[in-house]
């Protein structure tokens, strides 16, 4: 059976930083692509960003600069590092791969506001 386990999620004033954590079971994460991405209220689920198995890694515009994508293949987990964080980056953030079926998280709420 495939888990994902997102956390990290928290209430943050805009500037300030947070790590996301994907924790994954019943497969070997480092076999694969793994992504975040986020949904606010009223928006479709966009791209965050994505680590390749070897390290490579792309962003959304919106958050190049700021956010940093990796991975621990010892802990099969992913990261998500924000940093410098603002209001519009409010959303609940989900953990994606793709393997023989697609597989998501439950998601965890980041929500940026004075």
């Known amino acids: 059976q495939v888990q994902l386990v997102e956390s990290g999620g928290d209430l943050v004033q805009p500037g300030g930083s947070l790590r996301l954590s994907c924790a994954a079971s019943?497969?070997?994460?480092?076999?694969?692509?793994v992504a975040w991405y986020r949904q606010a209220p009223g928006k479709q689920r966009d791209l965050v960003a994505l680590?390749?198995?070897?390290?490579?890694?792309i962003y959304a515009e919106s958050v190049k600069g700021r956010f940093t994508i990796s991975r621990d293949n010892g802990k099969n987990a992913v990261y998500l590092q924000m940093n410098n964080l603002k209001p519009e980056d409010t959303a609940v953030y989900y953990c994606?791969?793709?393997?023989?079926?697609?597989?998501w998280g439950q998601g965890t709420q980041v929500t940026v506001s004075s």
């Open positions: 994606y791969v793709s393997a023989s079926s697609s597989y």
């Open positions: 680590i390749y198995k070897f390290g490579g890694t």
């Open positions: 019943g497969i070997i994460f480092s076999d694969y692509a």
